[in-house]
């Protein structure tokens, strides 16, 4: 069965970069099917898609956050990985790494739904 | 930005039938996926590509797709049902996710 494990400081100051790694066991990050993700949650609120990657490094932001955030993966280590810098009180949420599935059954790929989840990181942006 | 609206709540007696809507421009013309997320958990995928369920998760749960507005079904509602539900769009290359609607079931 496939887990991801995020990790990372649950504390992080105003104006300092937010850091996360997520560990994925059980099956491996370069399996060309799929992509992985990043989504926050605020306490409270909905969820966000922050950003996404493949095994060969493609990577895709949201543009509300793309000036901010740089994703990575380290097949080696079967993880990859979350940095958003200046963070504010804004930035305070629950941290979710996921993989997506890759549908290329028509020949043309394309992103599909998030099928496996970590248990999510609360990040607190705080001085 | 990209948006996709969903009604904030909604409740519904054991037994009954319950729709909830994610509408957003152009969602016609994009794939939904809905979630269900407890209280201190991670969501799950329910409904996939507007109609298709992942196995293991019950037949009362359809979802269907009409115009710039798709729904998720819920027949014969179950006490365990009760829980936030999401949908989920890719809008380019990001992940777009409605606001949510809390489902209530008493």
């Known amino acids: 069965q496939l887990q991801l494990q995020e990790s990372g400081p649950g504390l992080v100051k105003p104006s300092e970069t937010l850091s996360l790694t997520c560990t994925v066991s059980g099956g491996s990050i370069s399996n060309s099917k799929y992509y992985w993700g990043w989504i926050r949650q605020p306490p409270g609120k909905g969820l966000e898609g922050i950003a996404n990657?493949?095994?060969?490094?493609?990577?895709y932001y949201n543009p509300s956050l793309e000036s901010r955030v740089t994703i990575s993966v380290d097949t080696s280590k079967n993880q990859f990985s979350l940095k958003l810098n200046s963070v504010t009180a804004a930035d305070t949420a629950v941290y979710y790494c996921?993989?997506?599935?890759?549908?290329?059954?028509?020949?043309?790929?394309?992103?599909?739904?998030?099928?496996?989840w970590g248990q999510g990181t609360l990040v607190t942006v705080s001085s | 930005s990209y948006e996709l609206t969903q009604p904030p709540s909604i409740s519904v007696s054991p037994g009954q039938t319950v729709s909830m809507t994610c509408s957003g421009d152009?969602?016609?013309?994009?794939?939904v996926y809905w979630y269900q997320q407890k209280p201190g958990q991670s969501p799950v995928v329910v409904i996939y590509e507007d109609t298709k369920r992942p196995s293991g998760i019950p037949e009362r749960f359809s979802g269907s797709s009409s115009g710039n507005t798709a729904t998720l079904t819920i027949s014969g509602t179950q006490t365990m049902d009760g829980s936030d539900y999401y949908c989920q769009a890719w809008h380019g290359v990001t992940a777009v996710f409605g606001g949510g609607t809390k489902l209530t079931v008493l």
């Open positions: 990657i493949n095994y060969s490094g493609n990577t």
């Open positions: 152009e969602l016609g013309d994009k794939y």
């Open positions: 996921a993989r997506v599935v890759l549908d290329c059954a028509t020949g043309t790929c394309y992103k599909n739904y998030f099928d496996f």
